[in-house]
């Protein structure tokens, strides 16, 4: 996922990096709304970060979830609170127009 080269009005607001291949990766860009498409948008490759399962695996994972659980939000408290800070602070861009108001 990157920028399209068309798209003057999206860039890209988060990395990874492949712990495998030590290889960067784009995992969100953002559009700006543009005369043409009102509104703003965002790609996301990390849509498990979003999923109840991710933020309290007590709960018990989806059907099509076939790896084994992990232990990271048990073991570092901190990267559940930077999630949620994210998805906040996601949600009220997207709320808001350009000139700052927010959309109702």
Same mark, same amino acid.
């Given at each position: 996922?990157?920028?399209?080269?068309?798209?003057?009005?999206?860039?890209? +607001?988060?990395? =990874?990096?492949?712990?495998?291949?030590?290889? @960067?990766?784009n995992?969100?860009?953002?559009? #700006?709304?543009?005369?043409?498409?009102?509104?703003?948008?965002?790609?996301?490759?990390?849509?498990?970060?979003?999923a109840d399962?991710?933020?309290? +695996?007590?709960? =018990?994972?989806?059907?099509?979830?076939?790896? @084994?659980p992990?232990?990271?939000?048990?073991? #570092?408290?901190?990267?559940?609170?930077?999630?949620?800070?994210?998805?906040?602070?996601?949600?009220?861009?997207?709320?808001?127009?350009?000139?700052?108001?927010?959309?109702?």
């Open positions: 996922m990157g920028v399209p080269s068309n798209a003057e009005n999206a860039r890209v +607001i988060a990395t =990874g990096k492949s712990k495998i291949s030590d290889r @960067s990766f995992l969100a860009v953002v559009f #700006e709304s543009t005369e043409d498409v009102k509104g703003r948008a965002v790609t996301e490759s990390t849509f498990h970060h979003f399962y991710n933020w309290d +695996i007590e709960k =018990g994972c989806p059907s099509f979830v076939e790896e @084994s992990g232990d990271g939000m048990k073991n #570092e408290p901190r990267a559940l609170e930077d999630i949620k800070t994210y998805v906040r602070n996601l949600a009220l861009w997207l709320a808001r127009k350009t000139d700052g108001e927010i959309l109702r």
